[in-house]
């Protein structure tokens, strides 16, 4: 079972940098060499394969790749191994932004 997290301004006083524009989260992780852009991410069950269309940065973690996926200002991620915490923290410090879980 996974956990959902949120990186945000929402929670933070200046108006004009409330949001994570999709074109800041483009540039920021252009720079990162162990993150990719994706238009879709596809999810595969035993029974079943769900794509869905959006805006993701998949992180490249050992043969995982975790997406972190821009939506309406924010970026969600569902952490389903702890591993995925220090880079989480890494990128709400990076891109100042708050951590929220939902």
Known sequence: MSQRFRITRSFQDDALTQTISLEECKQYFAAKPDFTYASSYTVSGPAT??????DFFMWSYGEAMIPFRHYQ??????VSDEAVIPKMIEVASELRADLTEG
């Open 49 to 54: 394969t769900m794509t869905i269309d959006g």
């Open 73 to 78: 200002g924010d970026l969600y991620v569902a």
